[in-house]
Nanobody, 122 residues
């Protein structure tokens, strides 16, 4: 079992940056692959980015590639998402998720956080 708590969301102007963090409880964080997802109003939750247990492998949705960077610090049990060049269409609730397998994946996650709101104004 792992608990995930996101932070770092907020209101930012288009073109700005935010850094999301996801703090994980438990001593097995380093054995999980992790991901970020988002859900905009009236839309389904969608994959944003994922990272393997070691951080050596990552994946991104086409819509964020080149603008967002996922990383993790296993010593701090923390997952990050650096978001640059933000656009109004990035507005959503952002969720971190943990997967009890080590390889990066765009789906099939086992644990979810409560989410943090990101709002990008035009």
């Amino acid at each position: 079992q792992v608990q995930l708590v996101e932070s770092g969301g907020g209101l930012v102007q288009a073109g700005g940056s935010l850094r999301l963090s996801c703090a994980a409880s438990g001593r097995t964080f380093s054995s999980y692959s992790m991901g970020w997802f988002r859900q905009a109003p009236g839309k389904e939750r969608e994959f944003v980015s994922a990272i393997s247990w070691s951080g050596g492998s990552t994946a991104y949705a086409d819509s964020v590639k080149g603008r967002f960077t996922i990383s993790r610090d296993n010593a701090k049990n923390t997952l990050y998402l650096q978001m640059n060049s933000l656009k109004p269409e990035d507005t959503a609730v952002y969720y971190c998720a943990a997967r009890t397998r080590r390889l990066v994946s765009r789906s099939d996650y086992d644990y979810w956080g409560q989410g943090t709101q990101v709002t990008v104004s035009s």
